[in-house]
């Protein structure tokens, strides 16, 4: 067991590089056995979900090699074995989408069910639906899913989800690539992370179109060929360094962004007093004075990303006035990390889907527990604001989906560091 010690207080401030997108990558990763030879895929973060998942492929037979930091070449060529790991597949939630990859590849698949983050039920009805809709036979259990295909065999067809999920949406795409047909999902989720994977597979031959709206096309094609790839930048990650930059007073330069995916987030921490700056593939942060109370309600993209829920609630928690947080996503989603904010002198009121969170002129030091990953992130930033040391537990959530979070953090100059029990 490790834990995060924080001394915090002091104004974030210099420049921070943001790694390869979780996101993307736990989707492109799988999506490679799709892919007849070599897959070379650049900016790969170096994280622990990432480091599951390939540990799953080479399980399966997939050949992969780490020639230089954040670039992995993959090859399935050899893969057989359509029964990935159960005890490796239940360590991650993104394990889901070799569902659709092994049943785009080889017609059938034995997938434990994923775990990963657990702050809400997140059930992958729609994943099976879309599965179904491809002509597969799904037996689901408790603890697996069985795919194989049904009498009329698998070929594409026109899936309109009930709710907009990017997972359903990712693994549609991925089981449709290689099947005879059209396939057409209405109501797909249009996060960048589903247009960098529609980039992937078309890089691939795919020929995927219209991902990133609401209607994805994907034309089946015979197969794939190996090519080279880089991933987007991490949305979310650059979202909590600008929250922490935030949330501390700072003043951070955020390298390696597409600034269009971040309007969003930068639009409401403008909302709240930070001045940001807009360049290529950089934002600046300052946050001089104290910020200012705000309105937010989650969303599907291009609207505010229920991951990013908790950072800004503590930037809410040390704002004037008066903040209101809706949850549209993940309506249990406030239930992982509220607490912990409160017992740091955070005024939370959690009423049905929404936080009124009542903003204190400072937070101080304490013993919290991470209970998901982006809540861990949030706990991480007020223990960097707060008065005096802030000792952050489970911080294996947290190393899920952050690279080198205290090399990125030491460098703009907070007092952070892991400390094993
Ligand atoms: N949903 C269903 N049925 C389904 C699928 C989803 O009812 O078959 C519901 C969920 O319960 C939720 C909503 O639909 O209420 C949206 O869920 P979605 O499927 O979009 O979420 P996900 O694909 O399981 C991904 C990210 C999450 C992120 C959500 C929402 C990955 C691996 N995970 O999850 O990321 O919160 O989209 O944007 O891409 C994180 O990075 O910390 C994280 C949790």
Do not use: C, H, Q
């Given at each position: 067991m490790a834990r995060y010690e924080i001394k915090g207080g002091t104004p974030l401030s210099g420049t921070v590089t943001i790694s390869g997108a979780k996101n993307a990558a736990v989707a492109i990763l799988p999506a490679s056995?799709?892919?007849?030879g070599p897959c070379r895929i650049e900016?790969?973060?170096?994280?622990s979900d990432v480091r599951i998942l390939l540990s799953i492929l080479e399980g399966m037979g997939a050949d992969i090699q780490r020639p230089e930091e954040n670039v992995v070449i993959i090859d399935c060529s050899k893969v057989t074995d359509t029964r990935p790991n159960p005890e490796l597949v239940k360590k991650?939630?993104?394990?889901?989408?070799l569902m659709g990859a092994l049943l785009g590849r080889c017609g059938r698949a034995h997938v434990a069910l994923p775990g990963g983050c657990n702050f809400a039920s997140r059930p992958i009805d729609q994943h099976i639906k879309g599965f179904e809709a491809l002509g597969a036979d799904v037996e689901e259990t408790d603890d697996y899913v069985e795919l194989e295909p049904g009498p009329h065999g698998l070929q594409g067809n026109r899936i309109c989800l009930d709710i907009v999920s990017v997972g359903a949406t990712i693994n549609i795409i991925i089981a449709a690539v290689l099947l005879p047909g059209q396939t057409i999902i209405e109501n797909a989720a249009k996060e960048p992370h589903i247009v960098d994977l529609a980039n992937f597979l078309n890089t691939m031959g795919a020929n995927v179109s219209g991902a990133g709206t609401d209607t994805v096309k994907i034309r089946g094609v015979e197969s794939l060929k190996g090519g080279t790839y880089a991933i987007i930048p991490d949305q979310i990650e650059a979202g909590t360094y600008l929250a922490a930059a935030a949330a501390t007073g700072g003043n951070v330069l955020v390298r390696n962004v597409i600034p269009k995916h971040m309007d969003c987030i930068t639009s409401k921490l403008a909302e709240m007093g930070a001045e940001i700056s807009n360049y290529d593939d950089a934002l600046r942060i300052r946050a001089a004075g104290r910020l200012r109370h705000t309105t937010v309600k989650t969303h599907p993209?291009?609207?505010?990303p229920t991951d990013m829920q908790a950072q800004i609630c503590v930037c809410m928690s040390l704002a004037s006035g008066v903040s209101r947080l809706t949850e549209?996503?993940?309506?249990?989603?406030?239930?992982?990390?509220c607490s912990e904010l409160e017992s740091m002198g955070a005024d939370i009121q959690i009423n049905g889907k929404t936080a009124i969170v009542t903003g204190t002129d400072r937070l101080y030091g304490a013993t919290v527990s991470a209970h998901d990953l982006r809540a861990g992130a949030a706990l991480v930033i007020a223990g960097l604001a707060a008065e005096g040391t802030t000792w952050v537990k489970n911080i294996h959530y947290v190393e899920?989906?952050?690279?080198?979070l205290i090399g990125k953090l030491t460098a703009l100059g907070a007092a952070i560091r892991r400390v094993e029990d």
């Open positions: 056995l799709l892919v007849a900016n790969v973060p170096d994280i991650m939630r993104a394990s889901y989408y993209y291009p609207g505010f549209s996503v993940y309506e249990t989603r406030f239930f992982g990390y899920r989906g952050y690279e080198r």
